[in-house]
Nanobody
Framework: EVQLVESGGGLVQAGGSLRLSCAASGVTFDDYAVAWFRQAPGKEREGVSCISMGDDSTKYADSVKGRFTISTDNAKKTVYLQMHSLKPEDTAIYYC?????????????????WGQGTQVTVSS
């Protein structure tokens, strides 16, 4: 099981930007799909974005399309989520998850590895 560590969360005003990082410990993401999920208070967890290392295909939730970008570094040891034009409704704990199935289907990650989460708060 791969160990994941998220970072980059914080407090930002509406319209601002943040970049989240998800670092793999001891392995690379070559054989994985990596996704970002978020969970706001009182709401269910939702998939935000995913990248499959097999073909570098990406997937985004409709609510973040055009504002968020998922990417990886050349070494495929870190996955980033660049977030622009942040809105108060983006406030949540953001988690990264990785799965060897290399499929960007949200339910696949239920059985994958998860990080501890990083808080993103967007003020109005």
């Amino acid at each position: 099981e791969v160990q994941l560590v998220e970072s980059g969360g914080g407090l930002v005003q509406a319209g601002g930007s943040l970049r989240l990082s998800c670092a793999a410990s001891g392995v690379t993401f070559d054989d994985y799909a990596v996704a970002w999920f978020r969970q706001a208070p009182g709401k269910e967890r939702e998939g935000v974005s995913c990248i499959s290392m097999g073909d570098d295909s990406t997937k985004y939730a409709d609510s973040v399309k055009g504002r968020f970008t998922i990417s990886t570094d050349n070494a495929k040891k870190t996955v980033y989520l660049q977030m622009h034009s942040l809105k108060p409704e983006d406030t949540a704990i953001y988690y990264c998850a990785a799965d060897l199935a290399r499929l960007c289907r949200w339910r696949v990650f239920d059985a994958g590895s998860w990080g501890q989460g990083t808080q993103v708060t967007v003020s109005s």
